[in-house]
C-alpha cells in the first residue's frame, strides 16, 4: 500500500473566508462527506481500481457511515469523464411506484397529506444498488465483492460514532417514529454516545447478499422479496415486480462554456445542471463581478438570476422520459439575454412580478456528494440521496437499510409547496414509472481539454445555488480551492420570495444594503457541503467542506 501523502479532517466551524489550505496529493484524490468512506474509496484506488471502481465502493461504504444520506434505498446521479476525454451521466433516480397516481397524497378536502414525506408511501423505487453495479460493470475494473467488502467490515464489525453522528441519531424525530429505525439507530432511547459503536447486522447480512449475487438480490432476490412483504405490510406501494422493472438510464452530460472553462454537469430529470449553466450566462456580461467577492451588488445580481431560474424551473421541468423540457431553450443567448436585461442593477424584482419566460419549444436535505479522481486522470462527480434526513424515516424490516421519501419532489398539487418550500409544475406530477425532478448537480470543469474541478453538494434546491456559487468563487473571484469551498453561501428560489443567507461570514452593512434593495433577507445556519477537487499546477487540491466533519485523502 502506498504512502499516504495527505489527510485532512474538518471539524464544524465558524465560517470565514480565509481558511485552512487544501489537501494536496500528486496522483489521486478522493473528497467525502465520512472519513471511513474516504479511506475505503482511496484503499480501491490503491489497489488499482480506476475512480468508478471508488465511486461504488464509497457510495456502499456511506450507506453504513452516513445513514442520514448514505444509502442503499435511495438513488442518484454519477457523472463520469474518463481520461480520454469521454464522458457519460448516470441516471440511477428513485422512480414512482406502478401503483403511484397524480393526486395520492391529497386527502378528501384537496390539502396534502404527510404521506409524501413521511412513512412507506413516500418512497419511490430505488436505484443505488442497480446504478453502483451498472457503473462497476461498464466502466469500472475491480472485482465487485471488493467493492462491497469494506461497507460490509463497517456493517458487521461497526465504527465509533463522532459526536456529530451521535447527535444526528439522537435528534432525528423522523427515526424515532419507525421500531426498526427507532431499534437499530436509537436503541429505542438508550442513545448512542460519541465513541460508542454502531453495529449493524441486518444491513451487513443485506450486502453480503448483493456482494454475492449482485443487484439481482436487491430487485429479484431476496432482499427484493423482504422489501415487497414489508412494503405490502404497511401499505406501502412498492410492489415485487417494480423492483423487478427497476432500470438504470445513461444520459448525455448536460455541457455549456462559461469564459474558456468548459462544464459538463447534470442533464434532466436534474434541474441543476441547466440551472448552473443558465445562470451562468445571465450573470456573464453584467459585470457584477468587479465589485468583488461578498458585495452587497454582486450577490444581488447572482440573487436575480436565482430567482429567474427558479420561476422557469416550476414551469418547464420533469422527467425527460415523460416530458419535452425545452432546455435548448432555456439555454439559447437570446434567452438568458432577455433574463439578464431584466435585472434591475439597484432593485430586486419582487417575485410576483417574475414568471416563467418563454424560451423556445422542447428539443427532440437529505443527499451526499463526494468527488474523486484517479491517477489516470478519471473524475467522477457522484451525488446520491434519500431526500430528507434519514428519508422516509422507515427501515426496511430485516434489511437494515432507510428508504426514501423521494415521493416529495413530484408535484403533489400544483400550486403546494413540497418540504423544501418549492414551487414546482404540472409536468413534474406523479405517474407510475415516472422520476421526480431533482436538484442534484454533480460537476466537472475542463480547460484546454484537461480535467480542472470536480464537484457537487447536498442540500436540495440550495445545490444549484452552491454548485453555482463555489464555481463563480474559483473562476471570476481567483479564489483558492479551500476558501471557495468555505465562503459563505446564499440561495434565492424565487418562491417563497426571500434570500436565503448563512447566518456567518456577511457583514451587517451588506445585509442592509441589500435589504435597501428590496431583498427580503432570511438567516439560516448552513448552506450546503462541498466535496471538491481541483487540478493545478500538477497538484490535485482535494478540499472538504469546513461546515461538516468531510474529509480528503490522497497519495
Request: hydrophobic fraction near 40%.
Amino acid at each position: 500500500m502506498r504512502k499516504l501523502a495527505a489527510i485532512c479532517l474538518l471539524a464544524v466551524s465558524t465560517l470565514a473566508p480565509a481558511t485552512r489550505q487544501p489537501v494536496r496529493a500528486r496522483q489521486a484524490m478522493v473528497v467525502t462527506r465520512e472519513d471511513h468512506a474516504t479511506l475505503a474509496g482511496l484503499h480501491v484506488l490503491e489497489q488499482g481500481g480506476n475512480a468508478v471502481d471508488a465511486a461504488v465502493a464509497i457510495g456502499f461504504a456511506l450507506a453504513v457511515t452516513h445513514p442520514s444520506a448514505g444509502n442503499l434505498g435511495g438513488g442518484g446521479f454519477l457523472l463520469i469523464r474518463l481520461a480520454d476525454g469521454r464522458s457519460t451521466f448516470l441516471d440511477f433516480r428513485e422512480r414512482a411506484p406502478e401503483r403511484a397516481s397524480r393526486d395520492m397524497y391529497l386527502d378528501k378536502g384537496g390539502q396534502v397529506t404527510e404521506g409524501n414525506i413521511v412513512g412507506y408511501r413516500a418512497a419511490g423505487v430505488p436505484g443505488t444498488v442497480r446504478g453502483l453495479e451498472y457503473a462497476s460493470k461498464k466502466y469500472g475494473r475491480r472485482p465487485w465483492t471488493s467493492l462491497l467488502a469494506p461497507a460490509i467490515e463497517l456493517a458487521a464489525k461497526g465504527f465509533p460514532l463522532t459526536y456529530a453522528q451521535a447527535d444526528s441519531l439522537r435528534s432525528s424525530k423522523v427515526v424515532a417514529r419507525f421500531h426498526e429505525s427507532r431499534r437499530i439507530f436509537q436503541r429505542n432511547g438508550r442513545y448512542f454516545e460519541p465513541g460508542e459503536t454502531l453495529v449493524q447486522p441486518e444491513l451487513a447480512a443485506t450486502l453480503e447478499r448483493i456482494a454475492a449475487q449482485g443487484s439481482r438480490d436487491f430487485y429479484e432476490g431476496e432482499t427484493a422479496r423482504l422489501l415487497a412483504e414489508d412494503m405490502e405490510r404497511h401499505g406501502g406501494l412498492i410492489t415485487a415486480a417494480d423492483l423487478k422493472q427497476y432500470e438504470v438510464v445513461e444520459r448525455r452530460p448536460l455541457e455549456g462554456v462559461y469564459r474558456g472553462y468548459d462544464i459538463r454537469t447534470a442533464p434532466p430529470p436534474s434541474s441543476g445542471g441547466v440551472g448552473v449553466l443558465q445562470m451562468l450566462q445571465v450573470l456573464d456580461g453584467t459585470g457584477y463581478e468587479k465589485t468583488g467577492a461578498g458585495s452587497a451588488a454582486g450577490i444581488h445580481y447572482i440573487a436575480e438570476a436565482m430567482r429567474r431560474f427558479f420561476a422557469d424551473r416550476a414551469q418547464y421541468f420533469g422527467d425527460p422520459d415523460f416530458v419535452k423540457i425545452p432546455v435548448a431553450g432555456l439555454l439559447a443567448r437570446s434567452y438568458t439575454d432577455r433574463l439578464r436585461q431584466s435585472i434591475r442593477p439597484d432593485q430586486a424584482t419582487p417575485s410576483a412580478e417574475v414568471k416563467n419566460g418563454s424560451p423556445a419549444g422542447p428539443e427532440a436535505s437529505e443527499t451526499t456528494h463526494y468527488s474523486v479522481v484517479d491517477a489516470e486522470g478519471n473524475a467522477v462527480a457522484a451525488t446520491y440521496t434519500l431526500n430528507g434526513g434519514y428519508g422516509s424515516g422507515v427501515t426496511a424490516a430485516g434489511l437494515g437499510f432507510l428508504l426514501n421519501n423521494e415521493m416529495d419532489d413530484f408535484t403533489s398539487k400544483v400550486g403546494v409547496p413540497n418540504k423544501f418550500g418549492l414551487l414546482q409544475g404540472e409536468r413534474n406530477a406523479i405517474q407510475p414509472r415516472k422520476r421526480p425532478l431533482s436538484a442534484m448537480t454533480p460537476t466537472i470543469v475542463t480547460r484546454d481539454g484537461k480535467l480542472f474541478l470536480v464537484l457537487g453538494s447536498p442540500g436540495g434546491p440550495t445545490i444549484i445555488s452552491t454548485v453555482l456559487l463555489v464555481l463563480l468563487n474559483v473562476i471570476d473571484f481567483r479564489m483558492g480551492l479551500q476558501q471557495a469551498v468555505d465562503w459563505p453561501r446564499f440561495h434565492h428560489q424565487w418562491m417563497p420570495d426571500e434570500l436565503q443567507m448563512e447566518q456567518s461570514g456577511f457583514s451587517p452593512d451588506t445585509i442592509e444594503l441589500l435589504q435597501a434593495r428590496g431583498h427580503k433577507i432570511h438567516r439560516q445556519p448552513s448552506q450546503g457541503e462541498v466535496a471538491a477537487i481541483q487540478i493545478q499546477d500538477g497538484w490535485l487540491l482535494g478540499a472538504p467542506d469546513s461546515r461538516t466533519e468531510g474529509t480528503a485523502r490522497g497519495y
